[in-house]
């Protein structure tokens, strides 16, 4: 696991998800890609940027949603920004804006990220219709008073 901050308590317990950090990569490569190593149309890379980047945020922000429902339809928006960097990715390459080799990178850690991403989700719609996620940051069930 990277140690992007050494702070840690339950809210940012989706940094340990290898999902997450696999997405952070993504968007790091992306960038590295259209912002260092070659020179794309300037909205072109800022777009793909975007779409890479909203991958981990919309995971990020999803799991500190707590709410099941709000947490599966944010990492449905992390799985279509997905397919748009998978889009623009497809589109770059198509216009010899990006190399072959630059193209499979991205594919390759892209469908990797894709993969996780879609069996988390599966994963919580499982919790979701079997009624075993908790919708707490504690998960002691009893109040508790100061």
């Given at each position: 696991m990277s140690n992007y901050t050494a702070l840690r308590n339950k809210n940012r317990g989706y940094m340990k998800l290898e999902v997450w950090q696999k997405a952070v990569q993504l968007f790091k490569l992306v960038w590295g890609?259209?912002?260092i190593e070659v020179k794309?149309?300037?909205k072109?890379?800022?777009q793909i940027a975007d779409s890479a980047q909203s991958v981990s945020s919309n995971i990020a922000e999803?799991?500190?949603?707590?709410?099941i429902h709000e947490y599966i339809q944010f990492l449905y928006i992390a799985?279509?920004?997905l397919s748009e960097t998978?889009?623009?990715a497809i589109g770059l390459r198509e216009t010899d804006q990006i190399s072959?080799?630059?193209f499979k990178q991205i594919d390759s850690l892209h469908y990797e990220v894709e993969n996780k991403l879609l069996r988390l989700v599966e994963s919580l719609e499982v919790k979701r219709d079997d009624g075993s996620w908790v919708n707490r940051i504690s998960e002691n069930t009893e109040e508790s008073h100061s």
């Open positions: 890609t259209v912002y794309v149309d300037y072109l890379r800022s999803g799991y500190s949603r707590r709410s799985l279509a920004s998978l889009t623009r072959a080799n630059h």
